[in-house]
């Protein structure tokens, strides 16, 4: 494999479990991991400026190959100066392939070995998209870090199509890796298997034998309970390269994220900050705290007191008054205070990593929800 764009540097582990901290080095900055990236679909994070999303502790997002390449396009994105000068974005972007949407938009897809057929979910018009053309988007858009298409399927899924999917991943990882042009561009493979530990395994040993820049678990948070997602991570985190970053995609539960970093993940993706941000959801440090509740009609107290969160400066009372009168503020400033809560736990996660006190201090926040009711 050509010399990688991107370096990975351990700079901290835990003795009793497999947590590390790192720093990724790209062209446009370094990523502090264990790093938690809001995800940016089509070229935004929804209803906030790349300022607030830099303001809430993220040093790097991820943008969606599939919708850019829907709308505005990839081609018009490169003319513009690549995704980072078109959204206003300066630090790192990951895009991700296409390949979650086989599941998403599993009733607007065909697919065999060649590629995937969708229609679109904009305009009803058929989007070819094979491993080549994942690339060649991902290189018009002028991502740091591409990835391979795969294809993820729903779980529990019957074992012969977890092992068709998988198979097809690979074969497609392949033809990515010989597709991919751009020297300045990292480019990760991804290990599919389903809840299949041999599978797992089998498919990390071989995307290793291709060689890619980096190395990401697909297909989890796909409708499996949670203890078959960790004791997937547990058998297959350990077992990926030392010295490359690892990535577990589209997880973003925070009981999830500390789970996975205690298996050895260092980067993250999921909408649910945003998502749970626009439905009057706040994420506490005591739990999960639904602001619309009647209970917080008249309550003077931020979401949380030690928060510097532009929506920690308003009461819950005034939160749940813009939510009611349909005010779009609302959305925008739960969205800020989740992200900067993921931002605030992952920091405070590299922090017990570098103590050596990971383990307790994952205990201390589970109890903590647990014992709390957003309180």
């Known amino acids: 494999m050509a010399h990688s764009p991107i370096r990975w540097s351990v700079t901290a582990t835990d003795s009793r479990t497999h947590a590390r901290c790192g720093v990724l080095t790209t062209a446009r900055g370094e990523v502090r991991t264990p790093c938690f990236m809001p995800v940016g679909t089509l070229g935004a994070v929804k209803g906030l400026a790349p300022a607030w999303v830099r303001q809430t502790g993220a040093e790097m997002i991820l943008a969606n190959t599939y919708h850019l390449a829907l709308r505005p396009g990839a081609e018009l994105v490169a ?49 070819r998209l094979t491993p080549e053309r994942a690339i060649r988007i991902q290189e018009l858009l002028g991502s740091d870090i591409a990835m391979v298409l795969d294809q993820v399927v729903p779980l529990p899924s019957p074992p012969p199509l977890v092992e068709e999917a998988m198979q097809r991943t690979l074969r497609w990882a392949a033809r990515c890796r010989e597709a991919h042009c751009r020297s300045d561009q990292a480019l990760f493979g991804i290990v599919q298997g ?93 739990g999960p705290l639904r602001i619309r509740n009647r209970r917080y009609r008249d309550d003077p107290r931020p979401l949380e007191e030690a928060c510097p969160c532009l929506a920690c400066r308003h009461s819950r009372a005034y939160l749940r008054h813009l939510f009611l009168a349909r005010d779009m503020l609302g959305p925008v400033l739960l969205s800020l205070h989740n992200l900067t809560y993921y931002q605030r736990l992952l920091a405070g996660a590299r922090r017990a990593i570098q103590r050596g006190e990971y383990t307790v201090w994952h205990r201390e926040q589970r109890r903590s929800w647990e014992q709390g009711t957003g309180e």
Not at 115 to 122: A, K, M, T
């Open 194 to 286: 389903g809840l299949d530990l041999e599978l797992r395994r089998g498919c990390l040993r071989q995307l290793q034998q291709i060689g890619f820049d980096g190395y990401a678990i697909g297909g989890l948070s796909v409708g499996e309970p949670p203890p078959e997602m960790y004791r997937v991570l547990k058998a297959t985190v350990p077992e990926m390269p030392e010295d490359k970053p690892r990535y577990l995609m589209g997880v973003g539960r925070p009981e999830d994220l500390l789970e996975a970093i205690a298996c050895g993940v260092d980067l993250f993706d999921c909408v649910m900050p945003t998502r749970n941000g626009r439905n009057a959801m706040a994420f506490t440090a005591r």
């Open 79 to 127: 003319q513009l100066g690549g995704i980072h000068r078109f959204m206003g974005w300066e630090g790192p972007i990951l895009t991700d392939s296409g390949g979650f949407q086989i599941f998403s938009l599993a009733q607007r897809v065909q697919l065999d070995d060649s590629g995937v057929v969708f229609r679109s979910h904009v305009d009803g018009a058929v989007v």
